[in-house]
């Protein structure tokens, strides 16, 4: 069975910094690209970041991009991104989700809430 | 930067009835790289249909996707009660951003 569970959440001071993991299992890890998406309170989903298997491949959303570091550890079989500089416009929950055939998502996490808020 | 938008916002049904949810496309999606996802409140986003078309493991064939460059529909054939959720299009193409949808809700009448 497919897991993913999210950890590293919390409320942080705006400016702060804040570092969410994603512990995978039931799969392969080290054969997905991963990805990571958030969802304000009571909005929608928002596309963060994507990582190819191998960390060749990196993308962000131009929301992020400068301030949020996506990376992952295929021996851990975990993914992480390291949020900086964090706006109170980046509260939200953050999910991990393994992508297939492309970036379709086929397995999420439950998510990790992040409240930035002084 | 592709935009999708979803219509209507809510759609207001009842159990047996059929549902229809658009999402359009600010430009051409390759058909092999529209997704929807159905979420239910408190719950992870679950992949139900992918390439447009395709439903994912084990999604009944109840739920069934068409359309093809800027227009695509996911159909409800008849909706059952675990059916009333929110559900998003999400374009997953060859380069980012992957964008989602803003989602429609579809509540008991």
């Known amino acids: 069975e497919v897991q993913l569970v999210e950890s590293g959440g919390g409320l942080v001071q705006p400016g702060g910094s804040l570092r969410l993991s994603c512990a995978a299992s039931?799969?392969?890890?080290?054969?997905?690209?991963m990805n990571w998406v958030r969802q304000a309170p009571g909005k929608g989903l928002e596309w963060v970041s994507y990582?190819?298997?191998?960390?060749?491949?990196?993308y962000y959303a131009d929301s992020v991009k400068g301030r949020f570091t996506i990376s992952r550890d295929n021996a851990k079989s975990s993914l992480y991104l390291q949020m900086n500089s964090l706006t109170d416009e980046d509260t939200a929950v953050y999910s991990c989700?393994?992508?297939?055939?492309?970036?379709?998502?086929?397995?999420w996490g439950q998510g990790t809430l992040v409240t930035v808020s002084s | 930067e592709i935009v999708l938008t979803q219509s209507p916002g809510t759609l207001s049904l009842s159990p047996g009835e059929r549902a229809t949810l658009s999402c359009r496309a600010s430009?051409?999606?390759?058909?092999?790289?529209l997704a929807w996802y159905q979420q239910k409140p408190g719950q992870a986003p679950r992949l139900l249909i992918y390439?447009?078309?395709s439903r994912a493991t084990g999604i009944p064939d109840r739920f069934s996707g068409s359309g093809s460059e800027t227009d695509f529909t996911l159909t409800i054939s008849r909706l059952e009660p675990e059916d009333f959720a929110v559900y998003y299009c999400?374009?997953?193409?060859?380069?980012?951003?992957?964008?989602f949808g803003p989602g429609t809700k579809v509540d008991i009448k």
């Open positions: 039931g799969f392969t890890f080290s054969s997905y690209s």
């Open positions: 999400q374009q997953y193409g060859s380069s980012p951003p992957f964008t």
């Open positions: 989700a393994k992508a297939v055939g492309g970036t379709r998502l086929d397995y």
């Open positions: 990582i190819s298997s191998s960390s060749s491949t990196i």
């Open positions: 390439g447009a078309f």
């Open positions: 430009q051409s999606v390759s058909s092999r790289y």
